[in-house]
């Protein structure tokens, strides 16, 4: 699976990654059909954001809120009716159902995407009760327009029942379906794309993959891979968007891309003292998140692998344990000399094993490969972490390798950050810790776990 990851390529694990899952056992009949009853019976109070997939507005649907348990009856009538398009076809969407229910313990994270820095990252925060954790439930025709996950991250989605069609276009790739005003389109199969002054890029050429997910399975969907998805019968689906070391570096590119779109914006109020600042505002409200709060990001999973990699090396004393090393020498044995080689030799020690142990059916579809895993590959294999409960939150408990591969990624880009002029121009007596202290915090703990030869630049 890692190598998916690395390489930002769709895939699909089969149902034997939820094939455990209590809501595949209490959301569904027997049938395999939306158990609507006990959805109402037991979550109908709450209130959630349901679209209308019959309209378009600024490129995606407009939503209201309503109960669960007054959609449970419109979803109930709309199938009563033949699922008929006299009806607004209404998609429950964007639901924080573990945020709503934390004790309902709905499903596990699988092992391979337990590594969740934004989630991670947003339980923690104090000042917003938020997080990137998904319910989505719709009616045959419901659909999600043309677009591309929330700071350019991963996201996976798993079917609890139904079948979705999936259409993912590559990075780059997106380019194709812009109009003449520079705005992609919301509809991969809209009329207008055939309408050359209006869709000039030559729409027809955009590579595109089309995936059928069933029942039970999980699609992961890479960065920056805009697409769009129907269902094709009654669905319900779980979807998270996360971030890692894996895909931080898309994350930062696209922060500084929408900087600079900021900057162009307000080009005329440059000569304004507080001009940087205003900039980053903007950044905030048009992003979710500003170079400040990517710094609070950063220094958050910093703090947790630094504590993690202390008990590792404690646990590792008590029992003379080499073993978990075993990966990690075998990167340290390079010693190579530049940052970027160094993070990709822990990257290619830790999954090496675990690419040998996949057993991958591939299809391919307009020169585009979607990875099929029909079987788990080893607990103990690379870069695969475990999972624990604690105070009600998944935390994730990664291997000695793991941790160290996240903390040099978060050192490698919050240098990147703290070198980037427009960081240097913030005030940073806010920050929950001075930079220059973070990163020695970081550098002192990765030369004393990596080889000081790898690491003589810090």
């Excluded at 089969?14 to 027997?30: F, I, L, Q, S, V």
């Excluded at 969907?221 to 269902?231: D, F, K």
């Excluded at 590119?253 to 304004?272: F, G, I, Y």
């Amino acid at each position: 699976m890692y190598m998916f990851l690395k390489l930002n390529k769709p895939c699909i694990l089969d149902d034997w990654a939820t094939a455990d899952w209590r809501c595949r056992k209490e959301w569904t009949t027997n049938d395999n059909l939306p158990n609507l009853c006990f959805l109402k019976e037991n979550f109908g109070s709450a209130v959630v954001p349901v679209a209308d997939c019959s309209k378009v507005a600024f490129y995606s649907h407009p939503k209201q809120e309503v109960s669960v348990a007054d959609y449970i009856d419109y979803w109930k009538e709309y199938i009563g009716k033949g699922h008929a398009s006299c009806q607004p076809c209404l998609y429950l969407k964007d639901w924080h159902f573990t945020r709503d229910f934390p004790s309902y313990k709905a499903y596990t994270t699988p092992e391979y995407f337990s590594s969740d820095w934004l989630n991670e990252f947003w339980d923690k925060k104090l000042d917003r009760n938020d997080d990137y954790r998904f319910v989505y439930m719709g009616p045959k025709g419901s659909w999600t327009p043309f677009h591309a996950d929330v700071f350019k991250s991963y996201s996976w989605s798993a079917n609890i029942c139904g079948r979705k069609k999936w259409v993912l276009v590559p990075p780059g790739q997106e380019e194709h379906l812009r109009d003449r005003h520079g705005n992609i389109t919301c509809d991969l199969f809209s009329a207008d794309l055939m309408d050359k002054m209006l869709f000039p890029n030559n729409p027809e050429e955009a590579e595109r993959v089309e995936v059928i997910q069933e029942s039970g399975q999980i699609i992961f969907v890479p960065s920056g891979w805009h697409h769009q998805v129907w269902n094709l019968i009654d669905t319900i689906s779980l979807n998270h968007n996360w971030l890692n070391g894996f895909n931080v570096d898309v994350m930062w590119a696209s922060l500084q891309a929408s900087l600079l779109e900021v900057e162009h914006e307000l080009a005329d109020l440059k000569d304004m003292d507080s001009w940087p600042q205003q900039c980053q505002v903007v950044l905030q409200a048009y992003s979710g998140i500003d170079y400040a709060e990517y710094y609070r990001f950063l220094y958050a999973i910093a703090i947790t692998r630094l504590v993690l990699l202390e008990r590792h090396a404690e646990q590792m004393s008590c029992c003379n344990c080499s073993n978990s090393r075993v990966s990690l020498d075998t990167a340290t044995d390079q010693c190579l000399s530049d940052k970027v080689a160094c993070s990709e030799a822990i990257t290619s020690a830790c999954d090496a094993s675990v690419g040998s142990r996949i057993e991958a059916e591939v299809s391919s579809q307009k020169s585009v490969s979607v990875g099929i895993l029909k079987n788990k590959a080893g607990d103990n294999e690379g870069l695969a972490p475990t999972c624990q409960e604690r105070d009600n939150e998944q935390s994730p408990i990664l291997r000695f390798s793991h941790i160290l591969f996240d903390l040099w990624m978060v050192y490698h880009h919050m240098k990147l950050l703290l070198d980037s002029k427009e960081f240097q121009q913030l005030d940073v007596s806010e920050l929950p810790s001075a930079p220059s202290e973070a990163m020695s915090k970081m550098a002192e703990a990765l030369l004393k776990f990596y080889c000081s030869d790898c690491f003589s630049m810090l």
